[in-house]
């Protein structure tokens, strides 16, 4: 049969031992450019507002990205249902140009529910599945366990899987030798490396280079750097500089990008991110409790670090 990207797959193929029924394959798709990790719009009551996440999805739909992350760590996943998740990713699939690749979140804590949820958001529109590390047995976490959890979600997922990273927000990194091991499924896309340790990603790209594997900076702070060592996308506009080979602008992009960056990253989070989004012309609005907004020292020190650099 022929599958969503015009590539004609098996039902079933083997992998380590288990069945893999994907519908694609994850050389189908091609991560690189840009993916904003959008937030999700909430009304005062806390429900989700529909209306200003199809307002902010228009101003998205002004640039040029090549897609979006939709119900990543900036999109209060945690705090949503499941149904509610996959609503959300429903809702921007609607909205988005169908040239556009969308990028979902579906990991949970168990490998059940993550199946689960990959499958109800390959069914909303979803193009590919981010999921991230399991993380509240932390300890437990180890190379063996995560392989186990990334393959069984792999072979049971209708979409190709980006794994995820991101050890500020779980307190585990994804080892290097289960990526390496995980890269040789034939529906692992890649991974969004959050992490932001250069030598990492550079070796992550050095030992996955016969795989077809991809690797997205899953910050601005370290985007240009990424990209330096075979990072093919990212989450700002400093790629389309980095691409074209205008390495200086590029460089001084990136330096005024890192303190606004790691201002609403590894600082303020997703409050911060919200408040700035309003500076910009987005709705950001308030966040789902027991997120607080800034306070008004938080909200001035942000602001001074957009305007320092540049940005307002």
């Given amino acids: 049969f022929q599958n969503k990207f015009g590539l004609a797959a098996p039902c079933r193929r083997s992998f380590g031992g288990t069945a893999w029924r994907s519908q694609s394959t994850s050389t189908s798709l091609d991560l690189s450019g840009i993916y904003p990790p959008i937030a999700t719009p909430f009304m005062a009551s806390e429900d989700v507002d529909y209306r200003r996440l199809e307002e902010n999805l228009l101003k998205y739909a002004q640039v040029p990205f090549k897609g979006l992350v939709v119900q990543g760590s900036n999109g209060e996943y945690p705090f949503l249902s499941a149904e509610e998740r996959v609503e959300v990713v429903r809702a921007v699939r609607q909205s988005l140009p169908q040239n556009k690749l969308l990028m979902a979140g579906s990991g949970c804590e168990s490998t059940r529910a993550t199946v689960q949820l990959t499958e109800k958001m390959a069914s909303a529109g979803a193009d590919c599945v981010l999921v991230v590390t399991p993380c509240f047995y932390k300890g ?173």
């Fill in 140 to 312: 437990k976490m180890d190379s063996r366990v995560l392989i186990h959890h990334f393959t069984q979600v792999a072979d049971q997922s209708p979409v190709p899987v980006v794994l995820y990273s991101v050890p500020a927000n779980t307190g585990l990194e994804l080892p290097l030798e289960a990526v390496v091991t995980l890269a040789q499924h034939p529906n692992i896309l890649g991974l969004k490396d959050s992490g932001g340790d250069i030598t990492r990603i550079a070796l992550i790209v050095h030992r996955t280079s016969t795989q077809r594997f991809q690797v997205l900076a899953g910050s601005a702070s370290f985007l240009m750097a990424a990209y330096c060592v075979g990072a093919v996308g990212g989450v700002c506009a400093l790629a389309n500089l980095c691409v074209s080979g205008r390495w200086d602008e590029a460089k001084a992009l990136q330096q005024r990008l890192i303190e606004p960056n790691t201002a609403v990253t590894r600082g303020l989070g997703v409050p911060g991110l919200k408040a700035a989004m309003e500076w910009f012309g987005f709705h950001g609005g308030s966040c789902r409790s027991p997120l607080q907004p800034l306070t008004e020292a938080q909200t001035q020190q942000l602001r001074k670090d957009f305007s320092n650099n540049g940005w307002i």
